[in-house]
């Protein structure tokens, strides 16, 4: 049976307003059960990034990866003002990933 896909562009963080991470994936529930796990070796691994703190879904890979590009180019304000818009107490969003809610069409 084969993994549904679901381009996403992420942000995780270690604690509130502390380390943050910008990435892309297809999978997203997957792939922050990697960073929980500490089997994404390099900068999540290294600096304790397990908490999945905002997301949004795109509706190819492709507009995940601008987006991706785009996020980490931001001034790190800006993207703390878009976890807190989103997430204001940086909670875990893991258990609450909802693709439909957070689609974003291009």
Known sequence: MAIEKHPAVYIMAN???GTIYVGATSALWSRVCDHKNGTMP???SAHGVKTLVWYEHRQTMEAAIRREKQLKNWQ???KIRLI???NPHWHDLHDEIDVLATLVAE
């Open 15 to 17: 604690r509130y307003r």
């Open 42 to 44: 390099g900068f999540t």
């Open 76 to 78: 790190r304000a800006w």
């Open 84 to 86: 807190e818009t989103m």
